[in-house]
Each structure stands twice: as C-alpha cells, then as structure tokens.
C-alpha cells in the first residue's frame, strides 16, 4: 500500500528557510515522478513542483522558481522540498504527491 508522509513545515518569518520531507512507503521514488503541491486557505490546490521518475528534469511554478528546489534520496526513498527566501503568499499547507496518491499533508505559515 502506497503511503506518503510529510513532514518539517512549521512556522517561519518572511525570508526564511524550510525545508519539508516526504518519506514514501510502498513503492520506490525512482520508479515514479513526483510533485509537492500546495493549498493556500481558502484556493485550490497550486502546482509547486514535480521532478521525474529518472530524477533528471525539474519543474517549479514560476512563483517559486529560483527560491525552492525540489530533491530526492533514493536511498532513503524521500523527496523533499527546500523553501527559501520564503514569502507570506507561500502560506498552505503542502502534500507530495504522485500521480494516483497524496500524503496527508504539513501546514507552512509565513508571516511578515
């Protein structure tokens, strides 16, 4: 059974760092391209970032390119996230996600 987790969103003050995690169970993050996602309060969920099974090509929104980078540890079967120059529009609560299943979900609060 396919279970993401996430993990490591907190609260930070405009311009600061986080780094989220998403430990994978049930499959092997090399075998699929994943993606982190995002769900301000009150919107719909927003594209942040995906990379491929292969790990080769990344993809950001364009609101988050040159400040988040997404990454994996195949052998720790993880994907992460790293959040910097943070803004407060960054505030939601963020999942990882493959193309059949999301996790569970960790809230980002940005304040200014």
């Known amino acids: 059974q396919v279970h993401l987790v996430e993990s490591g969103g907190g609260s930070v003050q405009a311009g600061g760092s986080l780094r989220l995690s998403c430990a994978a169970s049930?499959?092997?993050?090399?075998?699929?391209?994943m993606k982190w996602v995002r769900q301000a309060p009150g919107k719909g969920l927003e594209f942040v970032s995906s990379?491929?099974?292969?790990?080769?090509?990344?993809t950001y929104a364009g609101s988050v390119k040159g400040r988040f980078t997404i990454s994996r540890d195949n052998a720790k079967n993880t994907l992460y996230l790293h959040m910097n120059g943070l803004k407060t529009e960054d505030t939601g609560v963020y999942y990882c996600?493959?193309?059949?299943?999301r996790g569970q979900g960790t809230q980002v609060t940005v304040s200014s």
């Open positions: 990379i491929t099974k292969s790990g080769v090509t990344t």
């Open positions: 049930g499959f092997t993050v090399t075998n699929s391209g």
């Open positions: 996600a493959t193309n059949e299943n």
